[in-house]
């Protein structure tokens, strides 16, 4: 079972619009930054802005060790944003998030987890201790 303690919706608006982002950010990754841009874009639980929005945005469902190195990169290259968790969202109101981003979560947890994990860590914890993941994943299986 995988740990979501440390897991987390963070939404990172920026100044710049999304052509902007490109030149300041994109256009100045080495090969090793760019790539693992790339590979996080594809392969990450996220959504982003389309290409008229602005500001533009990122929203990841992530582990702090990923946020770090967001924030580093960011950092890094002196791009000035917003981050925000909107974790809550999950259970709050699920419209806050974009379809895509939680269809990406609801596969992701399909795939790390199962009701027996839950009822397991329920168990362990109490009901009133489990992520917010967790006790999304448990309606969703219980209206399903």
């Known amino acids: 079972m995988i740990n979501l303690k440390d897991y987390k919706i963070i939404k990172y608006t920026y100044v710049l619009g999304n052509k902007e982002l490109t030149v300041q950010l994109w256009d100045k990754m080495n090969f090793q930054e760019t790539r693992w841009a790339v590979k996080l874009t594809l392969e990450g639980v996220n959504d982003s802005s389309s290409n008229d929005d602005y500001p ?14 967001i924030n580093e990169i960011l950092f890094k290259y ?6 925000e968790d909107l974790s809550h969202l999950l259970l709050e109101d699920p419209s806050g998030l974009t379809e895509e981003l939680i269809n990406k979560i609801d596969f992701f947890l399909e795939k790390n987890l199962t009701i027996d994990d839950v009822l397991d860590n329920i168990i362990d914890v109490g009901i009133e201790n489990i992520t917010i993941f967790e006790k999304y994943f448990l309606k969703k ?4």
């Open 78 to 83: 002196e791009i000035e944003y917003v981050a």
């Open 56 to 69: 533009a945005w990122d929203v990841f469902f992530l582990e702090s060790k990923l946020e770090e190195k």
């Open 141 to 144: 299986q219980e209206n399903e």
